[in-house]
């Protein structure tokens, strides 16, 4: 079953990638999965010719994910990262919820 999901998409910034890959997933993530309730999954995707990353955040619940997007919490947590790594004004953060889901074992 398919999951709500927040989509983060960052540049990276420069001369930085491996300290703010290390900040990312030793605190960052770990930090969402404390103060963000309601997280079940998280995932960082590079994307392939462009030194920008996407982490896909998975709710359990479509509720939860709305209670995170309209609790201000988000914006305090960006603006953390704003402080630590300066303002990321082509970043994009978006919810999603499922439509549809089918995977390959459906259609075996």
Do not use: C
């Amino acid at each position: 079953m398919a999951r709500a999901v927040l989509a983060i998409e960052l540049p990276v910034p420069a001369g930085r990638e491996d300290e703010w890959n290390r900040w990312y997933h030793d605190e960052h993530i770990p930090d969402m999965w404390r103060s963000v309730p309601g997280v079940v999954r998280s995932v960082r995707y590079e994307i392939v010719g462009a030194q920008r990353y996407v982490a896909l955040h998975e709710f359990e619940s479509e509720q939860k994910l709305r209670d995170y997007l309209d609790s201000g919490l988000m914006d305090s947590r960006w603006q953390l990262y704003e402080d630590q790594w300066g303002a990321a004004p082509s970043a994009l953060r978006r919810g999603f919820v499922p439509v549809y889901d089918q995977n390959a074992s459906a259609t075996s």
